[in-house]
């Protein structure tokens, strides 16, 4: 079955501080790798996106990913948040030749202390 | 360029109700899609469509019905609401070149369902 997995649904960091968000996926064709982010009360905004090449893929917004095929995974990094990366985070996989039909994860939400 | 734009905002319907919601864009992409999020389930697939006159099913299409009569409108109708379609509704659309299809989304539309 596809399907993508965010193990944490609410994370708190101190301003500063570095951040690791969690996404591992199921997929049985080669996966195109996303990560979205959704402010309160507003669409989301895509942070970054993988397909092939080199596995460190660099976002918006200071935010990188590291996508390891042995694991499955696509986490999503950022060395020091701002109080403004308060948000929910999305993971998402789809196809790379097809109608571009995404499944996202069930979502990270990100606290940041002052 | 608006982007993606969704009609209405915000809306309250009475059980066995029916409305429509509007999504529109301008920049000419091929591929449309409606998805609802709930709490903890992120966002799932309700309908999709591939081209102007196509639509197919997503993940969670019961309830609902679509129409794309033309290229920048994609349009998405409850014909009775029913409590368990309570829920935000976003539209997001792509262009049908596989190397980059990034999906845009609208701000959202919040439907309750009474």
């Known amino acids: 079955a596809q399907s993508v997995t965010q193990p944490d649904i609410h994370i708190t960091v101190s301003e500063g501080a570095s951040l690791e968000l969690r996404c591992n996926y199921s997929?049985?064709?080669?996966?195109?790798l996303f990560w979205y982010v959704q402010s309160p009360g507003q669409g989301l905004q895509l942070l970054l996106k993988?397909?092939?090449?080199?596995?460190l893929v660099q976002g918006i917004k200071g935010f990188e990913a590291e996508f390891k095929r042995s694991q499955s995974s696509f986490n999503l990094r950022k060395p020091s948040v701002h109080w403004s990366d308060a948000a929910e985070y999305f993971c998402?996989?789809?196809?790379?030749?097809?109608?571009?039909?995404?499944?996202f994860g069930q979502g990270t939400e990100l606290s940041v202390k002052p | 360029n608006a982007g993606v734009t969704q009609t209405p905002k915000f809306r309250v319907l009475k059980t066995g109700q029916s409305m429509t919601l509007l999504c529109a864009q301008d920049?000419?992409?091929?591929?449309m899609y409606w998805y609802r999020q709930d709490p903890g389930m992120g966002l799932r697939l309700i309908h999709y469509?591939?081209?102007?006159?196509?639509?197919a099913k997503g993940e969670v299409p019961d309830g609902y019905n679509v129409s794309r009569l033309k290229k920048q409108n994609f349009l998405l109708g409850l014909e009775s609401a029913a409590p368990s379609q309570t829920s935000v509704y976003f539209c997001?659309?792509?262009?049908?070149?596989?190397?980059?299809?990034?999906?845009?989304f609208g701000p959202g539309t919040r439907l309750t369902v009474l």
């Open positions: 997929y049985g064709a080669t996966p195109y």
């Open positions: 998402a996989v789809g196809p790379y030749n097809q109608g571009g039909k995404l499944i």
């Open positions: 993988y397909f092939s090449g080199d596995t």
């Open positions: 997001a659309s792509s262009p049908r070149d596989a190397a980059n299809n990034e999906q845009f």
């Open positions: 920049m000419n992409h091929e591929y």
């Open positions: 469509s591939v081209g102007e006159g196509t639509t």
